[in-house]
C-alpha cells in the first residue's frame, strides 16, 4: 500500500485556472512562464506552512510586543533543478530572501530514462544536516528517479527526509509511487496527480516538454 500521507495536492481555484493554462498546447511561451509564477506563490505557500517559527521582540512605532520569525537557526536552501526548475527559484527566493539558492543538473536519458548529472553546487558535507531544510524545485515529478537523484543526495549528508521538500506543478502516480516508496517522510507539493506515463516517460495529459515550453525550444 503506498503512502501519500506527506503529498499534497494544492488544488486552490487559483491553481486549477492557471494549470487550464499551461497545458493548452497553444499557450505562448510568455504566458506559460506567467501562468506558472502565479502557481508557485500557492504551491510554496502550502510547502512551507510549517517553516519553525521563534518567539522575538519588536518595537513598533507604539510599543513594544512580541513577534515570531523564522528560526534563523534553520538554514534553508532552494534547489532547483537545471533547467525547468528554474522557474520556481525566483519567487522561491522572493517570499523566503533569507534563504539560499544551489543549483545542481540532470537531463533524462530519452533511453533509460534515468537522470544524468551534470552540475551540482551542494557542498560535500553539510554542517549541522538536521538544521537544513530543503526546497527542491522540479516543475514535473515524472518517474520520480530524478526527485530520487536530488533527494538522495541530501539524505546522504544525513538531512532528514522531514527536512526536504520537493515541489512540482504536475506529477504522475508512478513517480510519486517510487518517490514515497523510497522516501516516506519527503512532503511533496504539487497542483495536479495526472493520469500516468505514456512510453516516453512523459506525463499524460501533462503540459508537454516544461522546460522547452519554459524556454520556448519547442520544436514543431
Ligand atoms: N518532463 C517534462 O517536462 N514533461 C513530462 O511530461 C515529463 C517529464
Redo the contacts with the bound molecule.
Sequence with gaps: MINYKNVFVVNHPLCCHNLSIIRDKNTTAEVFRNAIRRITYLLFYKASEDLELQECIINTPLETCKCQKINSEKEIIIVPILR?GLIFSDIANEIMPFASVRHIGMY?DEDTLKPVWYYNKIPVELEKPENKIIFILD??L??GNTAIDAIKLFTAKNVPQKNIRFISL?S?PEGLDNVTTNYPDVKIVTASIDKS?NNN????P????????IFNTVEN
Design positions: 525547468a533524462r516543475p514535473m515524472a518517474t504536475i504522475a506515463l516517460g512523459y506525463i499524460l501533462g503540459l508537454g516538454d516544461a522546460g522547452d515550453r
